[in-house]
C-alpha cells in the first residue's frame, strides 16, 4: 500500500486586506456578505493557486471539507468537468445554501452538511482531500485530520492552507484591536480566530501523526490592496460572526480606529 500524501499544506500570510472560534457560523445575510468582502476581494485569487497546488485531473474524485459559500468548490467542479466527482462539505447550513443556490457553474457538485470530525463517506472515496482556511476552526483538528486521512484513496493526497498567525497580518490584528476596544473582547477573539492555528511545526505535527507522509509546508505572502481601509472594515464585519454584536454607529468609528492603526504598523 502506497502513503497518502499531503501536498503541499499552505500557510497565507496576507498584510492589508480578510477572515473568523470554533462554531464560525453565519447566517441571514454574512454569507453574502461573505462572497462581496471576503471571497470577492482576495479569496477567489487564492482559490485558484491552492486548486493548481492541488494538481488536479479531470478524473480526480475531491473533497472540498469547511467548503463554505463554495468558492473552492466551484472551480475543482470548473477544473474535473463531468469526468470525476465534487463534493461539498460544511457544518454550516447559510453557508451551504449560499453554495447550492450560487449558478456560477454548470458543473455537477454534491453538497453535503456534516461535522468534519466524523464524515459521512466511505474509506478510500476520494483521490484529494482540500481544506481551505477551515481547520482552524475545528476543535479536534487531529480527529479532522484522520478522517480526511481514512477518506482518502491509497496515494490520496491531502491540502490544507491557513492563516500564519495574526502578527503576520497587521491589518487584521488592527480590526480585532479596534473591536475589542469598541464591542468587547469576546467579539475580538472570534476575529482572532481565523489566525489561531498559525504555527507551521504543530500543523506538520498533526498531519504527520495521522498517517500522512511526504508533507511539505509553503508559506504564501500576499499583499491585498484596498482604496480605504475605513471603507472597506464595516463590509468586512457584515461578513463575520460578530456582526449582530456591533451597533450600526460603531462601526464608522471601529472602521477609522482599524485604518489608523493599520497605517502605524503597515
Known amino acids: 500500500m502506497g502513503a497518502r500524501r499531503a501536498l503541499p499544506v499552505m500557510e497565507a500570510e496576507i498584510s492589508q486586506s480578510s477572515s473568523g472560534v470554533p462554531a464560525w457560523q453565519l447566517e ?10 471576503i471571497v470577492d476581494v482576495f479569496l477567489q485569487d487564492y482559490s485558484r493557486r491552492l486548486v493548481e497546488a492541488a494538481a488536479i485531473k479531470p478524473s480526480d474524485r475531491v473533497l472540498d471539507v469547511a467548503c463554505g459559500t463554495g468558492v473552492m468548490t466551484r472551480l475543482l467542479a470548473n477544473k474535473i468537468g463531468s469526468a470525476g466527482l465534487v463534493v461539498g462539505f460544511d457544518l454550516n447550513a447559510g453557508m451551504l445554501a449560499r453554495a447550492r443556490a450560487s449558478r456560477e457553474t454548470a458543473a ?8 468534519a470530525t466524523d464524515m459521512p463517506f466511505a474509506d478510500a472515496t476520494f483521490d484529494c482531500v482540500i481544506c481551505q482556511h477551515g481547520l482552524q476552526f475545528i476543535p479536534h483538528k487531529a480527529a479532522a ?6 477518506v482518502l484513496a491509497d ?3 491531502v491540502v ?9 497580518c497587521p491589518w487584521q490584528a488592527a480590526i480585532a484591536d ?23 511545526d504543530q ?10 507522509r511526504g508533507v511539505e509546508i ?25 456582526a449582530a454584536a456591533v451597533p450600526v454607529g460603531n462601526l464608522i468609528r471601529l472602521a477609522r480606529e482599524a485604518e489608523s492603526r493599520n497605517a502605524s504598523v503597515s
Open 155 to 157: 496515494r490520496g493526497r
Open 203 to 212: 500543523l506538520q505535527q498533526i498531519i504527520v501523526a495521522e498517517g500522512f
Open 160 to 168: 490544507i492552507s491557513v492563516w500564519r498567525s495574526i502578527e503576520h
Open 145 to 150: 485530520v484522520s478522517e480526511m486521512h481514512r
Open 108 to 115: 455537477a457538485i454534491e453538497w453535503r452538511m456534516g461535522n
Open 178 to 200: 479596534a473591536v475589542e476596544r469598541n464591542i468587547g473582547s469576546e467579539q475580538a477573539t472570534q476575529i482572532r480566530s481565523a489566525f489561531s492555528f498559525g504555527d507551521a
Open 28 to 37: 441571514g445575510n454574512a454569507p453574502l456578505a461573505y462572497d462581496t468582502h
Open 218 to 242: 509553503r508559506v504564501e505572502r500576499e499583499t491585498i490592496r484596498h482604496a480605504s481601509m475605513a471603507e472597506y472594515v464595516p463590509g468586512y464585519i457584515s461578513a463575520t460572526p460578530v
